[in-house]
């Protein structure tokens, strides 16, 4: 292989890896912020200025906490946002997280793989003529004769193909709403977005029932 066909068979090979290695390897431990401390023999004393008690902060939704996760990829970021803006109106103090929900691991995996394809089938229709040979075929097969009459089509029809096939593999269609670390409601099971006035009630329930616990 020439240097040009050996681009583009190890850069995506290159990618792959990278990708399995960050989806394995743990998160990096954040530095402890450094604590300087400073002695002097002649310091006077410092004067302690008066602290005037300070109002705690309060409201009906103080001290809960409601995540929505949902997928990314699929446009929902709008809707979580709305939500989201909804409950602090309506939940003083409420602490409202907004994250993204994955795919199961093997559509993650099959995503990485769909741009590796992508490049490689690339490869050989631009240098399938020096490919085939070091793979011990004598010529190439009759198929790669038909992608190559119509290269850029069969290379745009390859990268569009291999896009969707990504989109498809990154979405979860996941909205799950809890409070608490409780699941209040789930568009994996109903199939459905959850109603404003729906979603408020779920969470007035969740915080009534944990102050009557405390």
């Not at 008690?53 to 946002?81: E, H, L, M, W």
């Amino acid at each position: 292989m020439d240097r040009a066909q050996l681009l583009l068979v190890g850069l995506p090979l290159f990618l792959f890896c990278s990708d399995i290695f960050r989806l394995f390897s743990p998160a990096p431990v954040k530095p402890a912020a450094p604590h300087h401390h400073h002695l002097h023999a002649d310091s006077q004393p410092l004067i302690q200025p008066l602290e005037f008690p300070t109002q705690k902060p309060s409201g009906i939704g103080y001290g809960n906490t409601v995540s929505i996760d949902f997928c990314s990829s699929c446009s929902y970021r709008g809707t979580a946002v709305t939500m989201k803006n909804m409950l602090e109106s309506q939940f003083p103090g409420i602490n409202v997280i907004l994250a993204n929900y994955p795919p199961p691991l093997p559509k993650r995996m099959l995503s990485k793989v769909v741009p590796v394809i992508q490049f490689g089938v690339i490869g050989i229709i631009m240098g399938g003529e020096h490919i085939f040979p070091r793979l011990g075929f004598a010529a190439p097969p009759q198929w790669y004769y038909s992608m190559r009459a119509n290269r850029f089509g069969s290379m745009a029809s390859t990268w569009l193909l291999g896009n969707f096939l990504q989109s498809f593999l990154q979405n979860s269609g996941a909205f799950e709403v809890y409070c608490n670390g409780e699941l209040v409601f789930s568009k994996l099971k109903e199939n459905r977005f959850p109603g404003e006035i729906e979603l408020k009630e779920l969470i007035a329930r969740r915080i009534v029932n944990s102050r009557v616990i405390i």
